[in-house]
């Protein structure tokens, strides 16, 4: 088990990294993750097995090589011309390294150029680091739902990007990948997959 509390830091740089699709045998080490990260509202290790059949779900691990370990994942589904994000968590020791943002940004990758025209999810609205990062991206928010997190009666934020293919919202994506790219020392094995 791992612990939420003050976990020693970790720091990697993406030579150290893989990015690849989700396994089964990945979702023992999810469900580290997840039940630190989410609490009582978190998915069970069967809505990851489902959703690794989903048709229009795209599910993402993120491994520290050396250890190896996973240390996040991110799903997503694409309808129509929307992706939606339905999950995104970094091991605790390793947050703050920019892999969250990594994982961002890999899901935006593999929707531009393609019939995906926005980016949308819901996030706790007291969930002030998570939604940083969406605002970093350009999401903005667009409504709320009521009530939406069941443990606690808790309301989601809705937030979605521009049009990801306009030439605005290239120019930023742009901008904020070679930033990654600098502070990451390039960009993990399996990037874009
Ligand atoms: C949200 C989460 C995925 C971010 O991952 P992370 O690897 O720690 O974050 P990053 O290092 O990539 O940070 C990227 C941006 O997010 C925001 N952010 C992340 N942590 C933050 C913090 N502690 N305080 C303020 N902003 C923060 C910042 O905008 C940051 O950009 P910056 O480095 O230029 O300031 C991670 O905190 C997590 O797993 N949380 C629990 C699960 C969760 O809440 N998931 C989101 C559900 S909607």
Same mark, same amino acid.
């Given at each position: 088990? $791992? ?29 580290? $993750? ?15 097995? *489902?959703?690794? @059949? *989903? ?7 993120? $491994? ?14 694409? $309808? ?16 703050? *390294? ?53 443990? *606690? ?11 990801? @293919? ?28």
């Amino acid at each position: 088990m $791992i612990s939420p509390s003050e976990p020693t830091q970790v720091n990697v740089q993406a030579s150290q990294l893989e990015l690849r699709r989700m396994r089964s045998q990945d979702v023992p080490e999810v469900m580290e $993750i997840e039940s630190v990260s989410f609490g009582r509202h978190h998915w069970s290790d069967d809505s990851f097995y *489902n959703e690794m @059949n *989903n048709q229009v779900g795209r599910y993402y691990a993120l $491994i520290h090589q050396d250890v190896p370990k996973l240390v996040g994942y991110l799903g997503f589904w694409l $309808i129509a011309d929307e992706s939606h994000i339905t999950t995104v968590a970094v091991r605790p020791e390793y947050r703050g *390294n920019a892999l969250g943002e990594l994982m961002l940004v890999q899901s935006l990758e593999r929707c531009m150029g393609s019939s995906i025209h926005w980016v949308t999810l819901e996030v706790r609205v007291t969930n002030y680091n998570a939604q940083n990062l969406y605002y970093k991206y350009g999401f903005a928010s667009v409504g709320v739902r009521p009530k939406y997190y069941q443990d *606690n009666q808790e309301d989601a934020l809705i937030m979605t990007t521009p049009d990801i @293919n306009s030439a605005d919202y290239r120019k930023l994506y742009n901008k904020l990948k070679g930033e990654l790219e600098a502070r990451l020392g390039g960009l993990p094995r399996g990037f874009g997959m």
